[in-house]
């Protein structure tokens, strides 16, 4: 089975712009969580999605925003991009629900540059 | 809010030695759970811990939670280099299934 696939891998942005990143989460896993993880850093929360909707936000702007689709895949949309928000940004899924304290799979990353 | 501290934040080790992370919760944790990210890598979860005072083995890691469940440990015997690479505990949030992660701890190890 395939793990959680995120594209792109690797982008790079200048200051205003605005950046959409994707996830598809193992097949048969309904919840999918964004973190964003700044270098020499521990992951920080930034949406989690179940059943397409969203269950948890952390901590971030209103320029964060996130969907899920009807096949539980999900995208991550950055606007108004700041040099802070350069960072590996993770997508993880698990099988069960907000209720649950699942196991996080997460995807490799999209390693985001805003110059 | 909740936070969640480890120590040491680096250890440079000689292959051989052995080596250990501490995590301490501000707030009591209904579980925690701890992963490993190898260098460029993504975090992949190792195991997760529940009960008061548990402790689980997996071949020469050995993780520990504490009696008033806001404290973990993570041990590993004789280190290799494979086990380079920074180690992460997390405990629940506030929000749906978040998890608060600590800082990390990284483990160089020297052949």
């Known amino acids: 089975d395939a793990g959680v696939t995120q594209s792109p891998t690797h982008l790079i942005k200048t200051r205003g712009q605005h950046v959409t990143l994707r996830c598809s989460p193992i097949?048969?896993?309904?919840?999918v969580s964004w973190y964003q993880q700044v270098l020499g850093q521990g992951p920080q929360f930034i949406f989690q999605?179940?059943?397409?909707?969203?269950?948890g936000r952390g901590n971030f702007p209103d320029r964060f925003s996130a969907r899920q689709f009807p096949n539980y895949s999900s995208e991550l949309n950055v606007n108004a991009l700041l040099l802070g928000d350069s960072a590996l940004y993770l997508c993880?899924?698990?099988?069960?629900?907000?209720?649950?304290?699942?196991?996080?799979?997460f995807g490799n990353g999209t390693r985001l540059t805003v110059t | 809010g909740q936070q969640v501290m480890q120590i040491p934040q680096y250890q440079h080790v000689q292959e051989g030695e052995d080596f250990t992370t501490y995590c301490n919760s501000s707030?009591?944790?209904?579980?925690i759970q701890w992963y490993k990210q190898r260098p460029g890598g993504h975090p992949v979860f190792l195991i997760q811990?529940?009960?008061?005072?548990e402790v689980k083995k997996q071949k020469r890691l050995t993780f520990q939670f504490g009696e008033a469940k806001k404290n973990s440990s993570l041990h590993i015997t004789a280190t290799q280099t494979t086990d380079v690479g920074t180690y992460f505990c997390?405990?629940?949030?506030?929000?749906?299934?978040?998890?608060?992660f600590g800082g990390g701890t990284r483990l160089m190890v020297k052949p």
């Open positions: 707030t009591t944790l209904s579980n």
């Open positions: 999605y179940y059943e397409k909707e969203e269950r």
């Open positions: 997390a405990g629940p949030g506030n929000a749906g299934n978040m998890l608060t």
């Open positions: 811990l529940v009960k008061s005072g």
């Open positions: 097949s048969g896993h309904k919840s």
């Open positions: 993880a899924s698990s099988l069960r629900g907000p209720l649950y304290n699942s196991p996080l799979h």
